[in-house]
């Protein structure tokens, strides 16, 4: 069953609560996005969910499909690529089978050179490599966190548009505190605050 | 995506490293002098590979956990199988090309001797494979950009230390495995021993360290049921 469900949980680092006693259910079909301004918890949330937190105290539960714990697609904008690596190696490496690949490929990565060393690339042209090969191989949980940041109009639109397509078929919690990421008719949002206190709605 | 894409990504790692070039010009030109001096000294032999493997073993794993990339290639594109193996393979071939490359250096510079290079290649092997897991352990904790002169440190340290303590030092060299004949195969048995187990330790150790990376503090997880009716 490809659902996460988060039961009364609480999130703590250091003295001060992030998030207290959050329910919550994130299923396929609709985007899911966590909100609030820096420091509010929206990273350690996708942490925790992710299963790779490890200076908060969490209490509650989380339930995950049971693919979760072999495969998680986690975004997070601190994930650095091989650097001795030219693009060329990345894209061939990770190039998925099937029909359409070469068209997200061509809208994602359209003029990044094939030939440069990825530690030559910059920073959004580094981040679309990373976010077009998770893409292309999704677990069944996607957790993104500020996926869009230093990306240019384009290729973030062809990102946002993949990113809603997958939302069909998988469970895609995307973090941002940007107000220009404007959700759209069945998303469903957390507003988190920094405090503790959080809301939920469309 | 298939574990060879992760092989072919590690030995890209190694092959456009300045620091493995240096290190297999270096063994040919600390070897070279060996033999041009017809000292017939083998120690020469094992000084060109040792300072060989200290510049170019660089496993990596350090900064794949800094940078994320455990989590990017282990859990996101490949398997945490697929990501130690590997790792291990990669880490496990770089002695025994160095083995290769000594053999054909000494069998060059001997003019043909073949028994003799084939043994000490063998016999270092057996030490490089060795060295390859604390190598591992010591970057992983130390984060040492050249673990091996780590290792060896380490190693002279505790066989002074058991010296001192009244262990004859044939023994401990009998302990590690070297106590050899030059040229009696027989004799490299037990490191070859101890390089088949130092291989499953390197993996079992990568695994743990990779494991360790998920399901962390207050990870509580369980399947979903599907509700009922389904």
Not at chain 1, 4 to 16: D, H, Q, Y
Not at chain 1, 181 to 189: A, F, L, M, S
Not at chain 2, 119 to 147: D, K, N, Y
Request: proline fraction near 6%; aromatic fraction near 6%.
């Amino acid at each position: 069953m490809r659902r996460v469900r988060l039961e009364n949980l609480s999130v703590s680092v250091g003295r001060s609560a992030l998030i207290r006693g959050l329910t919550a259910e994130f299923s396929p079909g609709r985007l899911h996005w966590i909100r609030g301004p820096n420091g509010a918890g929206k990273s350690t949330l996708l942490r925790v969910v992710a299963g790779v937190e490890a200076s908060a105290r969490v209490r509650g539960r989380i339930l995950v499909p049971a693919e979760h714990q072999r495969r998680v697609t986690w975004y997070a904008p601190h994930l650095r690529l091989p650097g001795h690596l030219r693009v060329g190696d990345w894209v061939k490496g990770c190039t998925p089978e099937g029909p359409g690949a070469r068209d997200r490929a061509g809208r994602v990565l359209p003029e990044i050179p094939q030939s440069r060393r990825i530690s030559a690339l910059s920073t959004g042209q580094h981040d679309r490599l990373v976010l077009w090969a998770l893409l292309s191989h999704p677990a069944s949980v996607l957790l993104l966190d500020e996926p869009f940041a230093h990306l240019s109009r384009d290729p973030a639109r062809a990102l946002r548009l993949w990113v809603r397509d997958l939302a069909e078929r998988h469970v895609v919690l995307v973090a941002t505190n940007r107000d220009s990421v404007e959700p759209e008719g069945r998303d469903q949002q957390i507003q988190l605050d920094g405090t503790g206190a959080w809301s939920a709605g469309p | 995506m298939v574990g060879r894409t992760l092989i072919r990504q590690e030995v890209l790692r190694v092959w456009r490293r300045r620091t493995t070039w240096l290190a297999l010009v270096l063994m040919a030109a600390i070897h070279g002098t060996g033999w041009v001096a017809a000292t017939g000294d083998d120690r020469l032999f094992g000084y060109g590979y040792l300072t060989c493997l200290a510049l170019g073993v660089r496993p990596g794993v350090h900064s794949d956990l800094r940078c994320g990339r455990v989590h990017l290639l282990a859990y996101g594109l490949h398997s945490p199988m697929a990501y130690v193996s590997a790792k291990t393979l990669v880490g496990m071939a770089w002695p025994l090309a160095l083995g290769g490359w000594g053999f054909g250096l000494a069998v060059a510079f001997s003019g043909g001797d073949v028994e003799f290079g084939a043994w000490h290649a063998a016999l270092l092997t057996s030490a490089g494979v060795i060295c390859i897991a604390p190598a591992m352990l010591v970057e992983v904790t130390l984060g040492a950009r050249f673990p091996v002169p780590v290792v060896y440190l380490g190693a002279v340290l505790s066989g002074m230390a058991l010296v001192g303590a009244g262990v004859e030092a044939e023994s401990v060299l009998a302990g590690a495995g070297f106590r050899v004949t030059p040229g009696a195969w027989a004799s490299l048995a037990p490191a070859a021993l101890r390089a088949g187990v130092a291989t499953l330790l390197t993996w079992g150790g990568l695994w743990v360290t990779v494991s360790r990376e998920r399901r962390r503090t207050g990870f509580v997880s369980a399947s979903l049921r599907p509700p009922r009716g389904r």
